[in-house]
């Protein structure tokens, strides 16, 4: 066990500071005892100023908010500015006497902070400190909602009187922190904006639009891993979406979806793995794998998809933000990587399934959030990385004669506590794009077709199927009919009718772009 830090520093295990300073709270308790787990997105330093400039990795604040180097002092610097990072707390108080834990609450037994400590301790390790119950005092949030995002309406603990309005259980349990990125998102309502988009459409418009987003969705989650099924399974893939929400999200459920996913499932084994996992490649000549992610052992799975489809229900009832939620579930159900096969598909159906169960979407509308990933690849796989590269040097695995990975050290409380900022952040933006790109493109697109078509049929009876074959043409050719077009698919048709076609799909789509 080390000592409290009192000297000013310039970086805090390899993070540089924006200037040098004391860390304290969650980086002062990561110190003083040893803790080895990912670094917190944020951590918080004193300067030797009184006006220091903090960045999003710290906050920097004055000499006069300085702590003491007491273990009570430091937990209530954390909880006050930092918000709770059940990552850190799970491993402190599987080290520290619970009778200094006493000794901080009996010191101030009315304390919000204490009272909060308290609470966490006996929620995260269900063991009691030997404490009286609380007397009468107002109640005090678990989670600061000026901080954190959290439950709107938190369950009453009599015994530390506070409200637990944390989003999930000891099983499974990500937050999110209140950046200026989030608020921003949640200043700009998405859903009310997407209602109010909806109600100016025709609804056969809607419909029309819903239907192609739902098969966009299907075939963009397929496309990011590579893939290129069936139309059938790709139909089939969007039936599953189209009912998230629907059902309670259960490991049965889970079970049922993965089983969809695969399809023919003769090479793959279903349900939850009896084995590790990771995501990476093997060495050519030894087999040995070349993990960049290694999924949570499967000793621990049962808890924490259990935990998972308890965080989906309680997050639901209890008025989380619906994309903070969905974020929390689907980036936290891919870092534990549940099933051998399936896991990024079923990943983004979470999405759907938390934002559907909070209806957040217009009624009859699934948001194509895989597509908006899609054109933004990089940052999704940026996203997945800010936490599993971090995590990956705190696994010891060794590999196996199968060419998989075995977990040698306890790493459950890794994907059951972590910070999805990041991911909401990058999720909000996904939804937002869905919102102001997608269905306007579709609607538009939809508004257009139908003024082409109508044309069309005025020029000559052509049946629907044809008439999109002739837009098709019409499209990939910049508004002129190819020279293929003209002398096999359309080869009926006089030239004069070709010119009226070409007119058509300009006054409908737009005139085509000069080259140049």
């Not at 390899?14 to 005892?33: K, N, S």
């Not at 949030?141 to 989003?167: I, T, Y």
């Not at 790493?411 to 794009?433: I, K, M, P, W």
Request: hydrophobic share 40%; net charge negative; proline share 7%.
């Amino acid at each position: 066990m080390g000592e409290w830090p009192s000297q000013t520093v310039t970086h805090f295990r390899g993070r540089p500071l924006p200037e040098a300073g004391v860390p304290v709270g969650y980086a002062a308790l990561m110190e003083r005892y040893g803790l080895i787990l990912p670094l917190p997105p944020r951590l918080s330093a004193i300067a030797g100023r009184h006006h220091p400039v903090s960045n999003e990795a710290w906050l920097m604040q004055t000499p006069r908010h300085q702590p003491d180097a007491s273990l009570a002092s430091q937990l209530t610097y954390a909880l006050r500015y930092e918000g709770i990072d059940l990552s850190v707390l799970w491993q402190i108080f599987s080290i520290v006497d619970g009778r200094e834990l006493e000794a901080f609450v009996r010191e101030t037994p009315t304390g919000t902070f204490a009272r909060r400590t308290w609470f966490l301790f006996e929620w995260l390790t269900d063991r009691r400190l030997d404490l009286p119950d609380t007397g009468k005092v107002r109640l005090a949030p678990v989670v600061d909602p000026q901080l954190q995002f959290a439950l709107s309406k938190g369950e009453p603990s009599p015994r530390h009187k506070v409200a637990n309005n944390l989003p999930g259980t000891p099983a499974f349990c990500p937050l999110v922190r209140r950046t200026p990125a989030m608020v921003a998102f949640e200043g700009k309502a998405l859903a009310l904006r997407a209602r109010e988009a909806i109600g100016r459409i025709r609804p056969d418009l809607v419909a029309r639009a819903a239907a192609f987003m739902l098969l966009n969705d299907s075939k963009s989650s397929f496309e990011i891993e590579g893939e290129r099924p069936s139309g059938n399974r790709t139909a089939r893939w969007g039936q599953a979406i189209a009912q998230a929400g629907s059902r309670e999200l259960t490991v049965a459920e889970l079970d049922r979806l993965q089983r969809i996913v695969i399809g023919d499932a003769r090479f793959v084994r279903l349900g939850l793995r009896q084995e590790g996992g990771f995501v990476g490649v093997h060495d050519r000549e030894s087999n040995i794998p070349i993990p960049d992610h290694v999924s949570a052992r499967h000793e621990d799975l049962h808890s924490l998809v259990e935990g998972l489809t308890q965080f989906a229900r309680l997050s639901a009832e209890g008025g989380l933000d619906p994309i903070v939620a969905a974020a929390s579930l689907a980036f936290g159900f891919v870092y534990i990587h549940p099933y051998v096969d399936g896991n990024g598909r079923l990943h983004r159906w979470l999405v759907h399934h938390a934002l559907a169960a909070a209806h957040f979407n217009p009624p009859g509308l699934v948001f194509p959030v895989s597509a908006a990933i899609l054109r933004q690849l990089e940052r999704y796989r940026t996203v997945l990385e800010s936490y599993s590269q971090a995590l990956l040097p705190l696994i010891d695995w060794r590999p196996t004669p199968d060419g998989n990975v075995e977990v040698l050290n306890d790493t459950s409380a890794y994907y059951r506590y972590f910070d999805a900022t990041a991911h909401a952040e990058f999720l909000n933006g996904c939804v937002e794009q869905t919102i102001e790109q997608d269905l306007p493109s579709e609607v538009h697109f939809l508004e257009a077709f139908d003024k082409f078509s109508k044309d069309v049929q005025e020029i000559v009876d052509m049946p629907m199927a044809k008439v999109e074959l002739l837009q098709k043409f019409l499209a990939q050719g910049n508004g002129k009919l190819s020279q293929r077009g003209r002398n096999k698919e359309f080869a009926a048709l006089e030239e004069t009718e070709v010119t009226q076609a070409e007119r058509a799909f300009a006054a409908a789509f737009g005139a085509p772009q000069e080259e140049g």
